[in-house]
Nanobody
């Protein structure tokens, strides 16, 4: 599986961005997908996960109510709609494939990662 994330950029606080992650390979609709982020000098942290069917989603407390994860299995793409952005959301955002039944918030449970896309929120 190869993943390519895009859609990052510079936005003012309070603004919105939509990230996309395109997957190649078979069986995209068979696995859960997640978004993580990593700010300079910090560890990679969980942002959101969506199950294979799209029927359930999970969010970090810091983004709940502002971010929405979704997927289009026909397009092999997962999205992250980010609204009401804050300067502390500044980070490189990564999409990843969740392996098996691992805990969704643990980055060690993800076995394929995209290259990341930079989101910068100015105050």
């Amino acid at each position: 599986v190869q993943l390519q994330a895009f859609g990052g950029g510079l936005v003012q606080a309070g603004g919105s961005l939509r990230l996309s992650c395109a997957a190649s390979g078979r069986s995209f609709s068979s696995y859960a997908m997640g978004w993580f982020r990593q700010a300079p000098g910090k560890e990679r942290e969980f942002v959101a996960t969506i199950v294979a069917s799209g029927g359930s989603t999970y969010y970090a407390g810091s983004v709940k109510g502002r971010f929405t994860i979704s997927r289009d299995n026909a397009k092999n793409t997962v999205y992250l709609q980010m609204n009401s952005l804050k300067p502390e959301d500044t980070a490189v955002y990564y999409c990843a494939v969740l392996s098996g039944s691992h805990y969704y918030a643990d980055p060690n449970g993800y076995n394929y990662w995209g290259q990341g896309t930079l989101v910068t929120v100015s105050s």
